[in-house]
């Protein structure tokens, strides 16, 4: 059972526009929730966390919020460029080191 | 350059021959991962370890071993390897406090006929 859920396979965004990338997830043990990114042909790389204790991790145009008690996680891009373009993993970490990702968001900035 | 490397990139094997994947990392991080990538299921981590000698099961740990005997090396061992373990592999590395920032390598495709 996926403990961490995206639901958007893929967003296409405007150039210059505001790209937001959901995430739910159903583990109340978390202890950071993670973005990472990933191109064609290379592994992840990571982008940017957030703690579990905290509701906003800022990083350059990047951000992440954190809505406990929905469960819910987003990352924000702003302004999207094309080399934005990926797929996004959302991911989670447990205590005891576990790490569980999403099944992904493939974002397109169109030019 | 700091970096994980894995070999080999491509791999086409049949089943119930033994194969190894090899992970190396050159960042002298204690905490190593191995993950597999299938489409809409996203990647699911296989088994970790936080340092050598120790190594844990992560969420899809059957078929798969792994030691560590070195704290660089990080091997995945398929012991009698079948077709549902055709799929994209990733290895990581990260310091054993900042495990949510792992640093990955290139991948390593595998199919089992």
């Known amino acids: 059972d996926q403990q961490v859920k995206q639901n958007s396979p893929s967003l296409s965004v405007q150039e210059g526009r505001i790209s937001i990338l959901n995430c739910d997830y159903t583990?109340?043990?978390?202890?950071?929730f993670l973005w990472y990114k990933k191109y064609p042909a290379e592994g992840p790389t990571f982008l940017i966390s957030?703690?579990?204790?905290?509701d906003k991790n800022e990083d350059g145009r990047f951000t992440v919020f954190l809505n406990k008690s929905a469960k819910h996680l987003s990352l924000h891009i702003v302004p999207s460029q094309p080399g934005d373009s990926a797929v996004y993993f959302c991911?989670?970490?447990?205590?005891?080191?576990?790490?569980?990702f999403g099944t992904g968001t493939r974002l397109t900035v169109i030019p | 350059e700091a970096q994980v490397t894995q070999n080999p990139r491509y791999l086409i094997t049949v089943t119930g021959k033994k194969l190894t994947v090899t992970c190396s990392q050159n960042?002298?991080?204690?905490?190593m991962s191995w993950y597999r990538q299938d489409p809409g299921l996203g990647l699911r981590q296989i088994y970790y370890?936080?340092?050598?000698?120790?190594?844990d099961k992560g969420d899809v740990p059957e078929g798969y071993k792994v030691s560590r005997k070195e704290k660089r090396n990080f091997p995945l061992i398929l012991e009698s390897p079948s077709p549902n373990q055709t799929s994209l592999y990733f290895c990581?590395?990260?310091?054993?406090?900042?495990?949510?920032?792992?640093?990955f390598g290139p991948g390593t495709r595998l199919t089992v006929t």
């Open positions: 583990n109340s043990m978390f202890d950071y």
């Open positions: 370890s936080m340092n050598v000698e120790a190594t």
């Open positions: 957030i703690s579990s204790i905290k």
């Open positions: 960042m002298n991080h204690e905490y």
């Open positions: 990581a590395s990260s310091p054993w406090d900042r495990s949510y920032e792992q640093y």
């Open positions: 991911a989670a970490l447990t205590g005891a080191n576990n790490l569980f």
